[in-house]
C-alpha cells in the first residue's frame, strides 16, 4: 500500500515541476529581448492553448 501511495506522490511532484517549467520557460522566452526582436521581426506571436489555459471563470 505504501508504494501504491509513494508512485502516486511521486507522479503529481512532477506533474507539478512540469508546468512550473514549462511556465518558467514560456515566459522567459516571450519577456525576454529576442523573443521581443522575433515578434516585431517577424510577426510571430504564438499562443497555444494548454488544457491547463481552460479556466472556469472564462
Known sequence: MDIIFS?????I?????????????RKGINSSII???LEDKYG???????FLD???DN
Do not use: M, P, Q, R
Not at 7 to 11: C, E, F, K, R, W
Not at 44 to 50: C, D, F, P, V
Open 7 to 11: 508512485i502516486i506522490a511521486y507522479l
Open 13 to 25: 511532484g512532477v506533474f507539478i515541476l512540469y508546468v512550473v517549467i514549462e511556465t518558467a520557460v
Open 35 to 37: 523573443g521581443k526582436f
Open 44 to 50: 510571430i506571436k504564438e499562443e497555444k492553448k494548454s
Open 54 to 56: 481552460n479556466d472556469l
